[in-house]
């Protein structure tokens, strides 16, 4: 089994900010897009958000990414291509395995941008849209679906949800900061995760200094049970009301 670590959502290249904590709930804002996209920030109800985190780059007729997409029945549908889903490939990530969705957001009281996870997906099924996209996924939007982005273009999709609150225990950077030093699960190998094999990246303490750019870190946990046990612990904290 393995757990990627999935980057979505604004911050400082894509968008211009953190994406906001209100009222105690993240909001996961969308990166921006093009002409693929038929949804707005209006439409998911985040235009003032947008406007306000991209310091009015960005408002509510803008079109964005609605991707991951956490549907009314429980269904998460993600897209990824290109070199992420190539990674993803090589890394043998498949059904069964798990996305735990993370981004930049802003305390709600100090304004502190920091790394936390907001939603997680369990893969059922990997869509290829090499092929025509079933017409659910064009239908309800999905980008993805919508203009597909060359060979190697899926969307995951499988049970999934998003964040209500903000717990403590979702929260990845360290208190105080940076946003990219974290406090690592304690089942976090050094070197067990993608993209993170120098080994000046595992600090003492359980640290991780996680890498600037990249979306997809994969952690291949085997048959462990610390690794299940942390993910069903990051599981009941999402879905809690």
């Known amino acids: 089994m393995k757990i990627v670590f999935s980057r979505k959502g604004f911050d400082s290249a894509a968008g211009g900010g953190p994406s ?15 002409a693929a996209s038929r949804t707005s920030y209006d439409a998911l109800g985040l235009g003032e958000h947008a406007q306000r985190a991209s ?12 991707d991951p997409m956490f549907c009314a029945d429980g269904t998460c549908l993600f897209g990824q291509c290109g ?25 709600e009281a100090s304004g502190e941008p920091h790394h ?7 893969v059922e099924e990997i869509v290829d849209l090499t092929h025509p996209a079933p017409p659910e ?8 679906a919508l203009a597909p982005h060359g060979r190697n273009d899926v969307v ?35 070197g067990g995760l993608s993209y993170h094999d120098r080994a000046d990246r595992w600090l003492p303490g359980k640290r991780l200094r996680s ?18 046990d942390w993910l069903a612990s990051v599981i009941a904290a999402i879905t809690a009301s």
Request: one cysteine or more; hydrophobic letters at 40%; aromatic letters at 8%.
């Open 20 to 34: 906001p904590i209100v009222d105690g709930r993240p909001l996961s804002l969308p990166i921006p897009a093009g």
């Open 55 to 66: 310091r009015g780059r960005f408002g509510g007729a803008d079109l964005c990414h609605h």
């Open 83 to 107: 070199a992420a889903q190539t990674h993803l490939v090589n890394q043998g990530v498949g059904v069964g395995d798990v996305f735990v969705f993370f981004g930049l957001f802003r305390e």
């Open 116 to 122: 936390r996870i907001f939603g997680h997906m369990e």
């Open 137 to 144: 996924l064009i239908e309800v939007g999905h980008p993805h």
């Open 156 to 190: 995951y999709r499988g049970p999934g949800a998003t964040v209500r609150t903000a717990p403590g225990s979702l929260r990845l950077t360290v208190a105080g900061g940076p946003p990219s030093l974290w406090q690592r699960p304690h089942w976090l190998r050094p």
């Open 211 to 228: 890498v600037a750019r990249g979306q997809e870190f994969v952690a291949d946990i085997g048959k462990r049970r610390a690794p299940r």
